[in-house]
């Protein structure tokens, strides 16, 4: 993972008309819980700090992941930071610290805002931002701040498939073990029917959405992992014919993540037009099957249940992001939205403006708590 590549990237560039979002900026004090109505751990708002629902949206989520959760409580996360990088996993631990063991219905995370807008200046602007490309900075900013190298492996197991080989990569963090799969692409040339292959890590799956109206997640996933036929100006350079040819593409999942996070594509581009693509999308709760597209031998976590969505309401010119979240003490559904929060039964999760949905292959457990005083507040 890194973060080197300049903020405004091309590939999120549709995103950036989103600068007059219907977010306000919320100037109400911090509120600490009723004494007569006990604080629930990990079921805390989040102050909007003018247009910063896709911040409020990400953080939810990211702090209802089990395993993050504990890593950064139990405090494992000190010992893993680096000198020089550390500001950004550090304001991310008083977040969650003040989220799970503060006793305030709502915090604010400005001190998290401040450090990661000191290396992306944007994410301190009152505009709104994507939730998913705030999503991909902040992975990789954690994992920057919390990486530790390893040795590469001298060989490997000549049993395994070329198409299934695993890439080892020297560096590795929290982020990498829960969150980084890996794609392996067959590539095969359609005239000499030369087969080779091309394996990338990933984070974040940007599912395609094959129908306007309805369809599954399913449906997107079989889309997403179909054959692809590349002919004209995409046809790639066979090395066997020397030559630019057509080629058969197909993808396949070598390394399954124990959080799987899908993109659902609903911005669009239609020549000089934009669109939002409001599609029912039907995703599951539990049990997702991704067997089909995982390759045979690394099959260890081929079923999935859900434990947050990130929401978009409105369009490009204007929009709101919430986030459901599964809580792992109490095995509940709450809605977030800012500092609203409330209870939701499990059949309201199912919603047509899901954008981001998170699905652990391990089962919710209680995260190991460190005591309060451990930890600065954020708010």
């Known amino acids: 993972m890194t973060s080197q590549q300049s903020f405004l990237a091309d590939d999120f560039s549709i995103y950036h008309v989103l600068a007059d979002c219907t977010d306000h900026y919320d100037t109400s004090p911090v509120k600490a819980a009723d004494e007569n109505q006990p604080h629930s751990q990990g079921v805390t708002g989040l102050r909007n700090l003018g247009n910063t629902c896709y911040m409020n949206a990400i953080l939810q989520c990211l702090c209802s992941i089990s395993p993050l959760t504990e890593y950064f409580l139990s405090g494992k996360y000190i010992t893993a930071l680096q000198k020089n990088c550390s500001e950004v996993a550090t304001a991310f631990a008083y977040v969650m610290t003040d989220m799970w063991l503060g006793d305030s219905d709502c915090v604010s995370p400005e001190i998290f805002r401040a450090a ?12 709104q931002q994507d939730a998913q490309e705030f999503l991909i900075y902040v992975l990789n900013e954690l994992h920057e701040s919390l990486k530790n190298y390893r040795r590469r492996r001298s060989c490997e197991k000549t049993s395994i498939p070329r198409c299934c080989k695993k890439v080892t ?38 599912l395609p959405i094959p129908s306007e109206y309805q369809c599954s ?10 054959q692809d036929t590349l002919t004209w100006n995409n046809q790639i350079h066979c090395s066997f014919c020397e030559t630019k040819q057509e080629t058969a ?28 693509l409001r599609t029912d999308i039907h995703y599951p709760l539990t049990n997702l099957d991704l067997t089909p ?13 859900l434990c947050a969505v990130v929401n978009h309401f409105g369009d490009l010119d204007g929009g709101h992001y919430t986030a459901f979240c599964k809580n792992s003490l109490s095995q ?48």
């Open 293 to 305: 597209y995982i390759c045979p031998i690394f099959r260890k976590h081929p079923k999935y249940n």
């Open 249 to 276: 593409l197909r993808a396949s999942i070598s390394k399954a993540p124990k959080i799987m996070i899908f993109h659902l594509k609903r911005f669009d581009i239609l020549g000089i037009m934009k669109r939002k």
């Open 116 to 127: 990661l807008g000191n290396l992306y200046p944007a994410f301190t602007k009152r505009t």
């Open 332 to 379: 509940a559904w709450f809605s977030f939205d800012d500092t609203r929060v409330s209870e939701i039964p499990d059949t309201s999760v199912q919603t047509t403006t899901a954008y981001l949905l998170f699905y652990n292959c391990q089962p919710f457990s209680i995260p190991i708590q460190k005591c309060k005083s451990s930890g600065n507040g954020a708010s």
């Open 217 to 226: 997640l399913q449906d997107c996933l079989q889309c997403f992992f179909q």
């Open 169 to 206: 990569a020297n560096e590795c963090s929290i982020i990498t073990r829960l969150f980084e799969g890996q794609l392996s692409y067959s590539i095969m040339c359609l005239k000499c029917e030369n087969c080779t292959y091309k394996n990338e890590t990933f984070t974040i799956l940007s």
